[in-house]
C-alpha cells in the first residue's frame, strides 16, 4: 500500500539536456519538509527542477506502506536565471538559495544520480557520523535520547555517549538507527530524552 504517491521528481523531462550557461543550476534550501510542495510550485510556473527521491517501506500492524521521500532533505536542484529564482522565491517555501559554481560538475553528478534510478538501483540516504557529532537515536530502547558520537572506525555501527542522570553511558548503534541532530545541539542537552523531536 502507498503510503504518499509518487509525485514529479523532474521536470521537464529534458532538464539534463539544457544549456549550463543559458540555464544554470542553482539549489533551493527549503523549510522543513517542503521540498514536494515546492516541486508542485515549480511544475505549475514553469521552472525547471530535480527532486531525487527514494523509496521507504515501512511495516504497521501487518501492512506494508511505501512512500518516496527526498533523497537530499531539504534541498531541490533548480535551473534558471533571475526570473526564475523569483518565481521559487515567491512561493514562501524557500529559505535560502545556494549558488552551483561548479556547474558541469552538478549536472553530471545529477545526471548519473538520474540514470542510476531509472536503472532501479535502490537508492538510500547515508548520514556520514563522525566523532563529535550529536545524533538522535531512532530505534530501539534508547529510542528519542540523544548522543554525542564517540567512535565511528568505519564499521557500521557507532558507539554513542548518552548522557543520563549525570552519567556517561557508552551504547553501540547500527548508523541506521541513529539520525542527526541540528548543529545548535550541546552536549549538555544530552541528558534529557527528546520526545518526538
Not at 2 to 26: H, K, N, Y
Not at 32 to 49: H, I, M, N, T, Y
Not at 70 to 97: D, K, M, N, W
Request: charged share 20%; aromatic share 8%; proline share 7%.
Amino acid at each position: 500500500m502507498t503510503l504518499l504517491r509518487l509525485e514529479t521528481d523532474l521536470f521537464p523531462t529534458g532538464v539534463f539536456e539544457l544549456s549550463e550557461t543559458a540555464v544554470p543550476w542553482w539549489v533551493a534550501h527549503v523549510r522543513s519538509r517542503q521540498e514536494k510542495a515546492l516541486a508542485r510550485d515549480l511544475v505549475r510556473v514553469g521552472v525547471p527542477f530535480y527532486l531525487p527521491l527514494h523509496e521507504k517501506r515501512v511495516r504497521r500492524g501487518g501492512r506494508q506502506f511505501v512512500s518516496h521521500l527526498p533523497l537530499f532533505p531539504s534541498y531541490v536542484f533548480c535551473r534558471g536565471r533571475g526570473e526564475e529564482r523569483l518565481a521559487a522565491l515567491r512561493t514562501h517555501l524557500v529559505c535560502q538559495i545556494l549558488e552551483v559554481v561548479q556547474q558541469e560538475l552538478l549536472s553530471g553528478e545529477l545526471a548519473q544520480l538520474r540514470l542510476l534510478q531509472e536503472s532501479g538501483a535502490s537508492l538510500a540516504p547515508h548520514h556520514a557520523f563522525a566523532p563529535g557529532d550529536a545524533v538522535r537515536v531512532t530505534q530501539g530502547p534508547f529510542e528519542g535520547y540523544v548522543g554525542v558520537v564517540v567512535r565511528s572506525g568505519g564499521r557500521p555501527r557507532l558507539v554513542v555517549s548518552i548522557s543520563m542522570l549525570r552519567k556517561a553511558v557508552a551504547v553501540e548503534f547500527d548508523r541506521e538507527a541513529l539520525a542527526p541532530v541540528s548543529p545548535w545541539f550541546r552536549p549538555a542537552l544530552a541528558a534529557r530524552r527528546v520526545v518526538n523531536a
